[in-house]
């Protein structure tokens, strides 16, 4: 798979130098034209490094830097600014205008760097790619792989080589929550109202906070337990280990919300327990 991606990596970078010189040449064309048509007839000097110069005392030269068209007047051969991302005029939305950056695992972005070092230079020398120092994110070491302008599809391409599991996983993931807790809310709609007295509350944790009040600041949780309803208290001794979406155990003195019959909330916790950890 890597070498049949670099090898189509190599094969459409050819293409954009092609066609971005093509468009390069149309444009010159163009904006020589338009120069001519503001200076009597006459066009900008071209030096053979391709750089416009213009031919006269007050000579009237425009450019754009960004979104902004510029006019000034210059002295016979002054240098005549260029367009600031140019590219993106004669090559169209298609252009990815300035760099373009993504984290990515770093042993990824490692071997990917690699072997993009071990392309041809000509091939390198269209679009650069760099990478950021590694940095952690969750205890794992990403790095930004940095990219400058070049074509869409190839930008794309790169971040999708590199990161198209990992994304796929993420919204799985993210779908996968979203309907557990379109779940959870459907059992607690329909659940129990809350039981009040010494109770034992068996269920899932949905939240953690830490509330500030004059005796200092305490972790607070959010269970709601199998039958349906929920409890808001402090975070007893023996959950160290519980994270979001545990199950767990422990008796407490419940009280049922003014305001709502199935929210509750507990004090004076005891005999809790993590019954089952969130998986990895």
Same mark, same amino acid.
């Given at each position: 798979?890597?070498?049949?991606?670099?090898?189509?990596?190599?094969?459409?970078?050819?293409?954009?130098?092609?066609?971005?010189?093509?468009?390069?040449?149309?444009?010159?064309?163009?904006?020589?034209?338009?120069?001519?048509?503001?200076?009597?007839?006459?066009?900008?000097?071209?030096?053979?490094?391709?750089?416009?110069?213009?031919?006269?005392?007050?000579?009237?030269?425009?450019?754009?830097?960004?979104?902004?068209?510029?006019?000034?007047?210059?002295?016979?051969?002054?240098?005549?600014?260029?367009?600031?991302?140019?590219?993106?005029?004669?090559?169209?939305?298609?252009?990815? =205008?300035?760099?373009?950056?993504?984290?990515?695992?770093?042993?990824?972005?490692?071997?990917?760097?690699?072997?993009?070092?071990?392309?041809?230079?000509?091939?390198?020398?269209?679009?650069?790619?760099?990478?950021?120092?590694?940095?952690?994110?969750?205890?794992?070491?990403?790095?930004?792989?940095?990219?400058?302008?070049?074509?869409?599809?190839?930008?794309?391409?790169?971040?999708?080589?590199?990161?198209?599991?990992?994304?796929?996983?993420?919204?799985?993931?993210?779908?996968?929550?979203?309907?557990?807790?379109?779940?959870?809310?459907?059992?607690?709609?329909?659940?129990?109202? =809350?039981?009040?007295?010494? =109770?034992?509350?068996?269920?899932?944790?949905?939240?953690?906070?830490?509330?500030?009040?004059?005796?200092?600041?305490?972790?607070?949780?959010?269970?709601?337990?199998?039958?349906?309803?929920?409890?808001?208290?402090? =975070?007893?001794?023996?959950?160290?280990?519980?994270?979001?979406?545990?199950?767990?155990?422990?008796?407490?003195?419940?009280?049922?919300?003014?305001?709502?019959?199935?929210?509750?909330?507990?004090?004076?916790?005891?005999?809790?327990?993590?019954?089952?950890?969130?998986?990895?």
């Amino acid at each position: 798979m890597s070498k049949q991606f670099f090898s189509w990596l190599e094969k459409r970078i050819a293409e954009y130098e092609v066609a971005r010189d093509r468009g390069l040449k149309a444009y010159r064309t163009r904006l020589k034209k338009a120069l001519a048509d503001r200076n009597n007839g006459v066009e900008p000097n071209e030096s053979e490094y391709g750089s416009l110069h213009a031919p006269y005392d007050g000579y009237i030269h425009i450019w754009w830097e960004g979104e902004t068209e510029c006019e000034s007047t210059y002295l016979a051969g002054q240098f005549l600014p260029r367009d600031k991302q140019r590219e993106a005029m004669y090559l169209g939305e298609s252009f990815c =205008v300035g760099a373009h950056g993504f984290k990515a695992p770093s042993d990824r972005v490692e071997k990917f760097v690699s072997e993009w070092n071990q392309l041809p230079l000509e091939t390198k020398s269209v679009i650069s790619i760099t990478k950021s120092r590694p940095f952690d994110v969750k205890g794992q070491d990403y790095c930004y792989l940095n990219i400058s302008q070049c074509p869409t599809d190839i930008l794309s391409a790169i971040e999708d080589y590199l990161m198209g599991d990992i994304y796929k996983l993420q919204r799985l993931a993210e779908e996968k929550s979203e309907s557990e807790r379109a779940e959870r809310d459907a059992r607690h709609e329909a659940g129990e109202d =809350v039981e009040e007295g010494r =109770v034992v509350i068996t269920g899932e944790v949905l939240a953690f906070k830490w509330q500030s009040s004059d005796y200092g600041d305490t972790l607070k949780m959010l269970v709601q337990d199998d039958r349906g309803f929920r409890v808001w208290g402090s =975070v007893p001794a023996g959950l160290d280990d519980a994270e979001r979406n545990s199950r767990i155990s422990f008796t407490a003195t419940v009280q049922q919300s003014d305001n709502d019959s199935k929210f509750g909330f507990f004090k004076r916790p005891a005999k809790a327990v993590v019954l089952e950890e969130v998986a990895a």
